[in-house]
């Protein structure tokens, strides 16, 4: 007896069916892209039961005729495609044929549809993937697809679907990702008599960026506009301060499709680079527009994977892109007046202020325009000549350097500051073949565990090429005999046991990610730490060779080395602003 056999129609239907339909959100994205590719500029979708109960979708596209009408019902029937040789320059949403059978196959399904130049439209009715009737019917011009009970007939399927309120945060969630580009479309989601989303036609990106993102994050984003040949580049980045631990905000379009693509998610992280810290995901928006004979679209059943045709191309122009509007925006710091005349609290000798006018003059925030019988002009300018004087104040609990700009008050992490200098200086002295050594007179002896000291042995070639020398002095036992300059001070044991993650992860220390990494834990052993007092003159010198750093504002970590609160929300603390 063969052991082999042909599976029944509806039950090979059902399955190809779990590959484009997973919930009832898969429904109303293939939906919608539909009713995109109908030429629609106004969509309305209703839901009950987070969809499972029922998904209907009205569309004023081109409608079908009835003989399009019993086609669409068949598996790869479809007006987008011809031949083979069109797979390679696909321009709609939908081509595969798949969707509307796969719906069918696992509900109770209703389409209705009018083409615009008809008087009457048509309505098929089909159950659990079996044709009903299909019957003359009067209509709006456009297509109207109800999905009622979701899985019915396939009870396990059924089982696996969530809450009712997480799968309608699954649909708005895929409405608004579908509707960002398509400013031209009214989209509106109803639940009952209840609209849970309205996106009205719109001539600003923004306005839909406000919805996924949230209207500050979205009016604080930068913009970012570039053509390289076929290639275009648009993009909306939010600041790095607003990372967040997921990368469930950045979103990627390509030809205006939203789409998942982790060569395009690694270019926007290394783009944003060392202003993010570890395990941190940027909020942002990527539009990818090129020919589409330079993507593929075909990859799988849902649409969402794609693949490049020179996908090196695409990677380098995401990364330069972002690093360009980055660093425009956010390599530098507050310009900051470094008074080397200034005693260790920080006096400025040439604007000593008098103590009869440490005290507010009277009119100054009288709310009139009168300057009051307590002003004095002299005050005026002197006051005027401290704001633009702007100086180093002083440190906070041993950590924190103080600094006083024409902007508002700056606080320097210090630790974080010279973490930063120290990296790029050991990053050009390595890429100049010129890491300075310090040999021990008397080794250090280190003790280290068993997959440690393994490790440890492996690399003792690669290590000492970069100035760490170690000599295995048998069991787990190494003798540390020189090391960088930079390094003299620091406590060895911790700096090779937070390096022998990176020695254990990457082959060869010598490529560019690996040596990033080794730079990046060489520099947080070598910085000052977080509780040594500085004199004021350190303190200067620190603030002094920061600003000369090709990326002043974060550590090689990525934590910010730097804050500013401005002279207004200082005021405003305080009440002397409403």
């Not at 030429?39 to 029922?54: N, P, Y």
């Not at 579908?178 to 609209?195: M, N, Q, S, V, W």
């Amino acid at each position: 007896m063969n052991t082999i056999r042909v599976l029944p129609e509806d039950v090979s239907t059902q399955i190809a069916a779990g590959e484009v339909i997973e919930r009832p959100a898969s429904v109303v994205k293939e939906l919608l892209d539909n009713c995109i590719d109908a030429g629609s500029d106004r969509i309305l979708i209703e839901i009950a039961k987070g969809g499972k109960r029922l998904i209907k979708v009205r569309d004023n596209g081109v409608g079908m005729n009835r003989d399009d009408l019993l086609l669409c019902l068949e598996r790869h029937a479809t007006s987008k495609i011809k031949s083979a040789s069109d797979l390679f320059c696909i321009d709609t949403f939908g081509f595969r044929g798949e969707a509307l059978p796969s719906m069918a196959s696992v509900s109770r399904m209703e389409i209705t549809s009018r083409p615009k130049d008809q008087l009457a439209g048509y309505k098929v009715k089909i159950d659990g993937g079996k044709l009903k009737s299909i019957d003359e019917t009067g209509s709006p011009a456009g297509t109207i697809v109800e999905v009622r009970d979701l899985f019915f007939n396939t009870p396990v399927r059924k089982r696996f679907l969530r809450a009712e309120k997480t799968e309608t945060d699954h649909i708005i969630d895929v409405i608004s990702k579908i509707a960002l580009p398509f400013l031209h479309i009214d989209f509106r989601l109803d639940d009952g008599e209840k609209t849970l989303l309205s996106l009205p036609i719109s001539e600003n990106d923004l306005n839909r960026l406000a919805i996924l993102m949230g209207r500050n994050v979205a009016g604080s984003m930068e913009y970012l506009d570039q053509r390289l040949n076929a290639l275009k580049i648009k993009a909306y980045l939010a600041s790095p301060d607003l990372s967040r631990s997921r990368g469930d905000r950045i979103f990627v379009y390509v030809n205006h499709r939203s789409v998942r693509d982790r060569l395009i998610t690694r270019a926007v992280i290394e783009g944003y680079g060392q202003h993010l810290m570890k395990r941190r995901y940027p909020q942002v928006a990527v539009f990818i527009e090129m020919p589409p004979s330079m993507v593929d679209i075909n990859v799988h059943p849902t649409k969402q994977e794609i693949r490049f045709r020179d996908g090196l191309r695409v990677y380098q122009s995401i990364v330069s892109a972002i690093e360009g509007v980055l660093g425009e925006k956010y390599h530098r710091i507050p310009n900051i007046a470094l008074n080397r005349g200034a005693t260790e609290f920080g006096e400025i000798r040439k604007a000593q202020i008098h103590e009869r006018r440490v005290a507010e003059p009277e009119g100054v925030y009288s709310g009139s325009g009168d300057k009051g019988s307590g002003y004095s002009e002299d005050l005026f300018q002197e006051q005027h000549l401290v704001r633009q004087s702007p100086q180093i104040i002083g440190q906070l609990r041993d950590t924190y350097i103080l600094c006083q700009s024409h902007e508002g008050l700056l606080l320097v992490d210090q630790h974080a500051a010279h973490e930063r200098i120290v990296y790029e200086s050991l990053k050009k002295a390595y890429q100049n073949m010129k890491i300075e050594g310090q040999a021990f007179l008397i080794p250090h002896r280190l003790e280290f565990s068993l997959k440690e000291g393994r490790i440890i042995e492996e690399k003792t070639h690669q290590l000492s090429r970069l100035g760490v020398e170690l000599e295995h002095f048998g069991g787990c036992t190494f003798l540390l005999r020189s090391v960088p300059t930079i390094l003299v001070n620091a406590e060895w044991e911790g700096f090779l046991l937070d390096l022998v993650p990176v020695l254990e992860e990457e082959e060869d220390l010598s490529n560019d990610k690996a040596m990033d990494r080794f730079l990046t834990v060489m520099a947080c052993h070598g910085a000052i730490r977080a509780g040594k007092r500085l004199s004021q003159q350190e303190m200067i010198s620190l603030i002094s060779q920061l600003q000369k750093m090709d990326l002043p504002t974060n550590c090689p970590h990525g934590r910010p080395i730097f804050r500013q609160f401005s002279y207004y929300e200082i005021e405003k603390m305080f009440k002397r602003v409403a």
